[in-house]
């Protein structure tokens, strides 16, 4: 196809070119004897629109794509949509739509919205998750799971929202209030489903040393997230049984510290709490105001410090007794529900310990100077040395770490307790009350008790007919759809109302895309091909869920035969991108409230709402919102400049795992340059200049361009590659280069145009001649020789001090730089008609001319 030489019209160059890829069907992925190269941004959630953000996430991913495409690799780079979670359910409730409806509305949107960049995405892979064939497989790897173990049932506490009657995760509490409806969240006991990823804490976390490809701020985030501990695990003796409880177990992090324990605390969920509870009314409502707090560690971090003093009491090992509380800071599924509390070296304790008037007794101080407790707890970190006051074991001056170890020798010594490793990482709960997420499959008999559903049955459908005029799970009143027959006696039974947490959606997306029409979850061919991801592209706040949960479905798909060994760790790079940010415009109504502004309707001149008139206020550089409004529509770019305008301008002002601030005046400077660049190769296509010397210099230049763009994109410094290609557009324009070597120099530059830019480097490709695809031709090669420099610049100093400098050829003997540095000027002055007492030359470096 050969281009026409015309003005830089970005429309009808982006629109030719999108149509000759969809006809050559480019970027259609199948299994090749080439090597594979498995390049995947994290999928979006289909809420209504993209924005410029999303543009780099994904021209990131499509500039490797590109790249290993022209490098030789056969590569996959799919697309999909996180279809499934509660705010379809808000927009159906607010509008009287449907969740259905509104998210494949939405999804055509932004497809809409994606496919005029450019991207090499195979969109014959497309799926959202919630497809029947998408959630179906889902409930196929949910059946081997629940068989190999790996799923179960039990009671746990939950946030539960009184309004809308449903499970909230712990993202939806917002101050203690559900994100939609505001109600106070409860702490409730359900029965729930649950992962057992638990049971691979040793070996996630074991796996993040091979991880040498993500970044290590993540896989800390991981680490911790899991939190392996050692600690100890002792009984308090009850100083009187009460209940038939004659002791009160407790795991510790800190066994350390037992000295200055002065109470100890149990959850309100406790079997100890809940049967006092039952004779002490009081303590019963207490119990039950607590449960209004949230469940999550951070909330009740945040929370005031309540207890309720049970008048109970056990026997410290070390001496004396302490009192027994209940606590609302403490976790009924960390641990044993229960603990003891040092006040002197842990905030919380310290905290509960001065409302409640209990002691606070140190354990250990600062080895210098010492530490009295005032408002805050003394807590260095574990490697540090510190003082010890009376350690049972005898310790003087040694490490919290050193202490722990110690002390856990001692109390198994003593046949006070026992030393256990321990982690934080919880079972994963996967229950969610609402309906627009993938149904459970399993059925409730009273006969048979839970029965898995056939697989023949799948995929359990979720019906359309439902209504949200009512708070609750439509699933629980769609009479027809959940009387069903038991799948094991046939007798009358009920289906399972839950439906799955979202990130289950997320957690193994990956693995479908390999063979996204299976009649399985996987198919181990394909799987085997592509897997595992090569590169793996998303932002940092999915570091630690999503990622952790991914990597726990690959654990459990290889167990349960969908994936085949060495697919563990799915993800071997990870790359977590910055945001694009824009500036926030807003004014204030009669009341003094914000009220915000889209960019498109603020004069920037006059800092006034067009409109309006009314004076703006502008909050720079915020990250983009839609409650804000400081979006940028990434079409109203692409009509105004172009797709390959945005493509070039969010990989060139910034690292990419920086945010960039997106500003119209950078948008417009970025189409003049690609304008600059098409007029240069229109000239070029013209032009009839013999070749001459300054051909060797363009060669060069070239040369440079190629290692250091390629030098550039490998190491994900995108933004270092744009600057090069500016230089050295800048280098080609003003070149005196014959016709020949300039038109070559032109193709090399849309060569490594082509990943940023693609439209406009194909169209450059055609215009000097180029064979086929710029995307199908091989990526170009520096020339080594053309790499060295052949002349250095070399300083010459006099008695150790520079005064001139030698511009010489790189392997020039040692005496003809002698020759050379004798009859410079300012050397001759200084011998002034003598001889130099020595010459000395550092090949390569410098000449020192000793007088």
């Known amino acids: 196809m050969t281009a026409e030489i015309s003005e830089y019209d970005t429309a009808r160059i982006e629109a030719k070119w999108q149509a000759a890829w969809d006809q050559a069907d480019l970027f259609r992925a199948t299994r090749s004897a080439a090597p594979k190269y498995y390049v995947l941004e994290m999928f979006p959630y289909p809420s209504g629109r993209i924005h410029i953000g999303h543009v780099r996430n994904y021209t990131m991913g499509d500039v490797i794509a590109r790249y290993k495409m022209s490098s030789g690799f056969n590569v996959l780079h799919p697309m999909g949509w996180d279809a499934f979670g509660m705010p379809a359910e808000n927009a159906a409730m607010a509008s009287g739509g449907h969740p259905k409806d509104w998210t494949y509305q939405n999804i055509d949107v932004m497809r809409g919205q994606m496919k005029p960049l450019g991207l090499s995405i195979d969109w014959s892979r497309e799926f959202a998750t919630c497809d029947p064939e998408y959630y179906g497989q889902q409930q196929a790897l949910f059946l081997d799971m629940l068989d190999a173990g790996l799923v179960y049932r039990k009671n746990a506490t ?77 009984i308090f003796p009850m100083t009187t049984p009460v209940h038939g409880q004659d002791g009160i177990e407790v795991y510790t992090t800190r066994p350390d510290t037992l000295r200055g324990a002065s109470f100890i605390a149990i959850a309100p969920e406790h079997p100890l709490a809940k049967a006092l509870a039952e004779d002490n009314a009081d303590l019963a409502a207490f119990a039950a105001d607590v449960r209004k707090g949230g469940t999550t560690e951070e909330a009740l971090e945040k929370a005031e410090k309540r207890g309720f003093d049970t008048g109970l009491t056990v026997d410290n090992p070390l001496g004396g007794t302490l009192p027994v509380w209940i606590a609302n800071f403490v976790l009924m599924d960390y641990g044993t529900g229960a603990i003891f509390g040092c006040p002197a070296h842990d905030q919380r304790d310290l905290d509960f310990a001065r409302k409640y008037d209990l002691p606070v007794i140190d354990t250990f101080v600062a080895v210098q100077d010492g530490h009295p407790v005032t408002t805050e707890a003394f807590t260095p970190p574990k490697t540090e ?407 250095i610049l070399l300083p010459i100093q006099i008695n150790g001090k520079k005064k001139s400098e030698l511009s010489v050829s790189k392997d020039m003997p040692n005496a003809e730089v002698e020759a050379l540095v004798l009859g410079d000027t300012i050397v001759q002055r200084a011998l002034n008609g003598g001889q130099p007492k020595k010459l000395i030359i550092v090949p390569g470096r410098i000449v020192n001319v000793v007088i």
């Not at 106070?184 to 029965?191: C, D, F, I, K, P």
């Not at 952790?548 to 799915?570: C, D, I, N, V, W």
């Not at 490594?752 to 086929?772: D, F, K, Q, R, V």
């Open 158 to 234: 939950v946030n539960w929202d009184p309004v809308d009657m449903t499970v909230l995760a712990n993202e939806q509490v917002e101050n203690g209030r559900g994100w939609r409806s505001g109600a106070e969240v409860e702490r409730r006991e359900l029965t729930q489903w649950f992962f057992k990823i638990s049971d691979m804490a040793e070996d996630l976390l074991d796996g993040l040393t091979s991880l040498k490809d993500w970044p290590e701020k993540v896989r800390l985030m991981q680490e911790n997230w899991i939190g392996k501990s050692r600690g100890l695990q002792m």
């Open 385 to 791: 040395a510190v003082r010890w006051l009376d350690h049972p074991t005898g310790l003087d001056i040694t490490t919290g770490q050193a202490a722990i170890a110690a002390t856990i020798d001692w109390a198994e010594a003593k046949g006070l307790g026992t030393g256990k490793t321990q982690y934080r990482l919880r079972d994963w709960g996967l229950s969610r009350q609402r309906y627009w997420g993938c149904p459970i499959p399993v059925v409730h008999c009273d006969a048979c008790g839970v029965v898995p559903e056939k697989k023949e049955n799948l995929p359990v459908v979720l019906p359309d007919d439902v209504t949200f005029d009512v708070p609750g799970n439509p699933l629980d009143r769609h009479l027809s759809w959940r009387d069903t027959p038991c799948p094991n006696c046939g007798k009358p039974a009920r289906r399972e109302t839950d439906t799955m947490d979202t990130f289950v959606d997320s957690s193994w997306y990956y693995a479908r895309f390999t063979a996204p029409r299976a009649k399985t979850p996987t198919d181990l061919d394909d799987a085997a091909y592509w897997m595992n991801v090569d590169q793996y592209i998303g932002g940092v706040e999915h570091a630690i869920l999503h990622l952790l949960y991914s990597r726990f479905f690959a654990r459990a798909m290889g167990k349960t035969g969908h994936l085949p060994q060495g697919t563990e760790e799915p993800f071997k790079a990870l790359f977590t991108q910055g945001m694009v940010t824009h500036a926030i415009f807003q004014t204030r109504d009669d009341k003094g409230r914000p009220v915000y502004h889209l960019p498109e309707d603020v004069d920037l001149d006059s800092k006034t709402v067009r409109a309006t008139g009314e004076t703006i206020e502008i909050i720079p550089s915020a990250k983009m919102s839609k409650s804000k409004r400081n979006v940028v529509d990434p079409q109203d770019i692409i009509s105004s400049y172009g797709a390959d305008t945005a493509r070039w301008f969010v990989l060139s002002d910034s690292p990419p795992e920086r945010d960039v601030e997106w500003t119209a005046s950078g948008a417009e400077a970025t189409f003049k340059h690609l304008r600059r660049v098409h007029r240069l190769a229109t000239d070029i296509a013209r032009a009839d200049r013999a070749a001459n010397a300054a051909d060797t210099d363009l060669a060069r230049a070239t040369a440079r361009a190629i290692h250091e763009v390629t030098e550039g994109i490998e190491g994900f410094a995108f933004n270092k590659s744009v600057a090069k290609l500016y230089e050295f557009t800048n280098t080609l324009h003003k070149s005196d280069a014959g016709a020949q070597a300039r038109r070559d120099a032109m193709k090399i530059l849309a060569q490594l145009m082509a990943p940023m830019t693609p439209h406009l480097a194909e169209e450059i490709w055609s215009m000097m001649g180029g064979e086929g695809f710029v995307l199908n031709t091989p990526w170009p090669k520096a020339d080594p020789g053309l790499l060295v420099e052949d002349a």
